[in-house]
């Protein structure tokens, strides 16, 4: 009788191991397939900035559309390291989030490869995926201080051409009728007094002498100083207002004043001496 008992406890206590086991077992396949369900085919879209620094932080945004009806949860995007995390994003909804990359280099960089990843429903698995990526850019050099340049005669003679149409500053040319979009402050109030409308004032622009900026001229005991001093004063001047060109050895790129200009003379530093 004791030994039935025995042999009883001990089928039982395999029956519960058997059963425990199994529930395990089960609960890993529905997590999988859970997981895997997930992690779907979700469109991830790398927004790169426009400026781009060696060695400082480099804000890139990632949006994940969800194309499905239901929700994803805990998806993560991986590029180069840095991680951005989707708590929640709902069925065909899109969501963004950021994360920073540092760049050790300047010059063009080739980004191939992000991955998409999980830890839902459970942190027991992490499932994953590669995102085939395509993103090119250019890594400027780290804008590193340098004295001011004195302008020199060939820069004073491309100065000539830096001409001021209408501004905000500068000497009166003409007396005109207000047209609705001047400033207050260029209203002519003694000449609207005495007419039956409002009269204002068109100032010439300041004409602002260019800068020239020669690499082999500017300090620094590297190439890769000069290059950080020439980015340090591009970003200063025209921040300043002021027209800045660029020499590199023979090339000579005139001076202008706007956005685009500014980000390709930082993207000519970026690349020199690379091609």
């Not at 194309?67 to 991986?78: A, E, G, K, T």
């Not at 395509?134 to 051409?161: H, N």
Request: contains cysteine; glycine residues 10%.
């Amino acid at each position: 009788m004791t030994l039935l008992l025995g042999f009883g406890a001990v089928n039982t206590g395999n029956n519960l191991l058997y059963l425990l086991v199994s529930a395990l077992l089960g609960f890993m396949a529905v997590s999988g397939l859970l997981g895997k369900s997930n992690l779907g085919r979700p469109r991830v879209q790398l927004i790169l900035p426009d400026e781009i620094y060696v060695g400082l932080p480099a804000p890139v945004r990632v949006r994940l559309h969800n194309d499905r009806r239901l929700p994803v949860f805990l998806l993560q995007v991986s590029l180069l390291g840095e991680t951005a995390t989707f708590k929640v994003v709902g069925g065909g909804e899109t969501s963004e989030e950021e994360l920073t990359l540092y760049f050790p280099a300047r010059g063009r960089q080739t980004i191939n490869q992000a991955r998409l990843y999980s830890i839902f429903p459970v942190n027991f698995f992490v499932r994953g995926r590669a995102l085939a990526v395509d993103l090119q850019a250019v890594v400027f050099p780290a804008p590193r201080p340098c004295q001011s340049l004195i302008p020199t005669d060939d820069q004073r003679r491309m100065g000539e051409t830096v001409a001021a149409g209408k501004g905000h500053q500068g000497e009166i040319s003409r007396i005109t009728d207000y047209r609705g979009g001047e400033p207050l402050k260029l209203i002519h109030w003694k000449l609207s007094a005495r007419s039956d409308q409002l009269m204002v004032k068109e100032l010439a622009a300041t004409a602002v002498e260019p800068v020239l900026l020669d690499l082999d001229s500017l300090p620094g005991a590297s190439l890769e100083e000069r290059l950080s001093g020439a980015a340090f004063l591009v970003n200063r001047y025209l921040r300043q207002n002021r027209p800045v060109g660029l020499r590199l050895g023979r090339r000579l790129i005139r001076p202008a004043l706007t956005r685009s200009h500014r980000l390709h003379l930082l993207a000519e530093l970026g690349i020199y001496g690379q091609d």
